[in-house]
């Protein structure tokens, strides 16, 4: 059985955890769909700085950790399969630097962050453009490496091909090997409904 363990930041949304932020949902709802698979063990992994007491150490036949800086070398090793977002700062960059030929890296590109900090208000454009500088060597390192690049739609997928090619990710031995898959941000088979009524029926 193969061993894929999914890297969020944020605590996911179980029992213990009622408030979760955006990427949290995002790497519960991949989790979801791979638990589908029978021949795939899947564990999701947040910060542990989120962890609460009665976190359970599984919820619908996902397992459930946490990580931290110096744990992320350990934590991924004896796994087939590491998922994680590429601008995750840190985390990404240390996934890359422990990680080895032998494992696969899928990327979540779900956030186009060239575009998000670009568009930033700032009365510091200058600082704002020398911070991207920076952000912008770790994630084009990170997606070096990457061997599999998920997006959310086809504009991101045309984006995606455009820096993947930027870097030489795209060439002529990789040309037409499925390097980007569609994955919607909402990847729930069932849609959500409320368990309660937020507005009157009146």
């Known amino acids: 059985m193969k061993k894929c363990i999914i890297l969020s930041y944020g605590p996911v949304p179980t029992p213990g955890n009622d408030k979760v932020e955006v990427g949290g949902l995002r790497c519960w709802g991949l989790a979801k769909g791979l638990a589908n698979n029978k021949n795939i063990e899947i564990t ?33 090793k004896d796994f087939d399969t590491i998922v994680v977002s590429y601008c995750m700062g840190d985390l990404s960059m240390e996934v890359v630097e422990s990680i080895r030929t032998d494992q696969q890296l899928i990327l979540d590109c779900y956030v186009p962050i060239y575009v998000e900090i670009s568009a930033r ?60 898959i569609k994955v919607p941000y909402g990847i729930y088979e069932n849609s959500p409904s409320a368990k309660t009524k937020p507005i009157s029926d009146k």
């Open 44 to 76: 999701v992994a947040y910060n542990e700085q989120y962890r609460k007491d009665e976190e359970p150490s599984q919820f619908e036949n996902i397992k459930i950790t946490t990580w931290s800086k110096g744990s992320i070398q350990k934590l991924i």
């Open 121 to 180: 208000e700032s009365d510091d454009k200058e600082h704002e453009y020398n911070a991207f500088k920076i952000e912008v060597d770790r994630w084009a390192k990170v997606l070096k490496r990457g061997d599999l690049f998920l997006c959310a739609n086809d504009n991101q997928v045309r984006f995606y091909q455009g820096v993947l090619a930027s870097l030489g990710r795209i060439n002529p031995i990789t040309y037409g090997d499925e390097l980007i």
